[in-house]
Nanobody, 119 residues
Framework: QVQLVESGGGLVQPGGSLRLSCAAS????????MGWYRQAPGKQRELVAV?????NYADSAKGRFTISRDNAKNTVYLQMNSLKPEDTAVYYC???????????????WGQGTLVTVSS
């Protein structure tokens, strides 16, 4: 099927930066959308940013986070700047894709990577 491998999480001080990466592999026919969601303790999972035909950001991410993708590598990135303690969460990679054998659409989630913003 399709596998996602996330990397780049960790501990950072307020005001710092991190870059998350998510690489997809498998029987991919077409990548439709890639994005990032996050879930803080005691809260629901929420959209951070998604890139497909267009790019959309959560209000909390606008101006600080930048999502990009490398289609040749089937990889999506999230550059996070000016990080705040409230950005602390598990960040999940999301993929909407068409796969082969048989041809069908799938939604795939990564295992999550922890981002902690603290002094």
């Amino acid at each position: 099927q399709v596998q996602l491998v996330e990397s780049g999480g960790g501990l950072v001080q307020p005001g710092g930066s991190l870059r998350l990466s998510c690489a997809a592999s498998g029987s991919i026919f077409r990548l439709n959308a890639m994005g990032w969601y996050r879930q803080a303790p005691g809260k629901q999972r929420e959209l951070v940013a998604v890139i497909g035909g267009s790019t959309n950001y959560a209000d909390s991410a606008k101006g600080r986070f930048t999502i990009s993708r490398d289609n040749a590598k089937n990889t999506v990135y999230l550059q996070m700047n000016s990080l705040k303690p409230e950005d602390t969460a598990v960040y999940y990679c999301y993929l909407a894709v068409h796969v082969l054998n048989p041809l069908r659409s799938l939604e795939v989630w990564g295992q999550g990577t922890l981002v902690t913003v603290s002094s």
